[in-house]
């Protein structure tokens, strides 16, 4: 027997200007440090910025290397400084941003697997949900109020 089950998630999608304000300065320095990207072997340029808490915006570019898995994405750059630095402030929002070198455009781009799962285990800490931001190629922004709505089944309890 099997069963069908339908596993839901809900984005906004939101015209720049409509972002916070402090949602627009944590997308601006994502875009900023993105020009600080170490990526020689994908040319993919990724830029993530996250509010502290106390107002404090942290920001880290990915960082490749030869041995290609050990580099790093910008998302979990960013918040491992903040859990290294700033361990008891909770990171509210993180904003990612991309772009293939060479190009004008931003690039779309979603936080990958491994990156969700980081960002879950900052929700886990803090027990609370952060809102994550992801600019479009069009300008416009998708905005998730918690990981649960980009990886419905994480791995998120090992007490059970
Ligand atoms: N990358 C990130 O920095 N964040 C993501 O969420 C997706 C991928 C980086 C890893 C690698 O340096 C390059 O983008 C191409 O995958």
Not at 18 to 35: C, H, M, T, Y
């Amino acid at each position: 027997m099997s069963k069908k089950i339908t596993l839901s998630a809900e984005i906004e999608l939101v015209e720049f200007e409509a972002l916070s304000k402090v949602e627009q300065i944590v997308l601006g320095k994502a875009k900023s440090v993105s020009e600080n990207s170490y990526s020689p072997y994908s040319n993919f340029q990724v830029g993530a910025a996250v509010a502290l808490e106390s107002g404090e915006i942290l920001q880290s570019s990915n960082q490749e290397n030869v041995s290609y898995p050990v580099g790093v994405c910008a998302e979990r750059l960013v918040l491992g400084y903040a859990g290294a630095n700033f361990p008891t402030e909770f990171p509210s929002i993180i904003g990612v941003v991309a772009k293939r070198k060479g190009e004008e455009s931003w690039a779309s781009v979603s936080p990958c697997g491994m990156c969700l799962q980081g960002i879950n285990e900052v929700e886990m800490r803090f027990g609370k949900i952060m809102t994550i931001l992801i600019l479009r190629q069009d300008g416009q922004v998708f905005r998730a109020q918690g990981v649960k709505n980009l990886l419905p089944l994480k791995m998120d309890d090992l007490k059970s």
